[in-house]
C-alpha cells in the first residue's frame, strides 16, 4: 500500500509538461541495439583477419627466407611454414594437412631446383610479381579465411547478417635472393 501511495505522490508533485521518459528510453535502446550488437560482431571478425594476416606476413617472409637457403628442402620450408601458422591453429602437429580440410597452400617458386607446392593444393594460389629472375626464390602463401563449418580460423558470425567469408582467402607472396 505504502508503494502505491509513493507513486501517486510522486505523479502529483510532476511539474506541468514533465513527462515520464521510461517508454522513450526503452524504444530507443531498441532502435539502436540491433546495430551496436552487428558492429561488435563486425569488430571481433576483423580484429581476427588482422590477425590471420599478420601471421601470414611473418610466415611469408620467414619461408621465404628458408626457401632461399642453400641446399633447402621442402620439408625444411614446411616445417617453418607449419610452425609459424601452427600458432593459429592453422597447421596440426608441425605439418600441413594436404587433404581438402586444409586451410594453407603454399607454392614455392626456385628457378634453379623446381618448384613445388605444400599443403591443400585445392586452394588457388596466383604468385604475383611478374616472371622471377634465377637469382630469386619466392614464396607464395594463401589461407582460406573460414573452414566448411565457418569456425576457423576467422569465425564467420556475420553470415546471418549478409555478410560472408565462407570463399574468402588470404595471399601473399614474398621475394628473396638465392644465397
Not at 526503452?26 to 590471420?52: Q, W
Not at 611454414?81 to 601452427?86: E, H, I, K
Not at 588457388?124 to 566448411?148: E, I, K, W, Y
Amino acid at each position: 500500500m505504502r508503494v502505491a501511495f509513493r507513486h501517486l505522490r510522486r505523479l502529483r508533485n510532476r511539474r506541468p509538461g514533465q513527462s515520464s521518459r521510461r517508454g522513450a528510453i526503452y524504444l530507443e535502446f531498441l532502435l539502436v541495439f540491433p546495430i551496436l550488437f552487428i558492429a561488435t560482431l563486425a569488430l571481433f571478425e576483423f580484429l581476427f583477419v588482422a590477425l590471420i594476416m599478420q601471421a601470414v606476413t611473418a610466415t611469408t617472409l620467414e619461408a621465404a627466407r628458408e626457401a632461399a637457403k642453400v641446399g633447402a628442402t621442402p620439408s625444411e620450408v614446411e616445417q617453418v611454414v607449419a610452425g609459424y601458422l601452427g600458432i593459429h591453429n592453422l597447421a596440426a602437429g608441425g605439418t600441413l594437412d594436404s587433404t581438402s580440410n586444409g586451410l594453407v597452400h603454399v607454392f614455392v617458386e626456385r628457378p634453379v631446383s623446381g618448384d613445388y607446392n605444400l599443403g591443400n593444393t585445392a586452394i588457388p594460389c596466383f604468385p604475383q610479381g611478374g616472371v622471377l629472375p634465377p637469382s630469386q626464390t619466392r614464396v607464395t602463401v594463401s589461407v582460406r579465411l573460414t573452414d566448411a563449418q565457418g569456425k576457423r580460423p576467422v569465425p564467420n558470425m556475420l553470415r546471418s547478417f549478409g555478410f560472408d567469408l565462407g570463399s574468402s582467402r588470404f595471399e601473399l607472396s614474398s621475394k628473396e635472393t638465392l644465397e
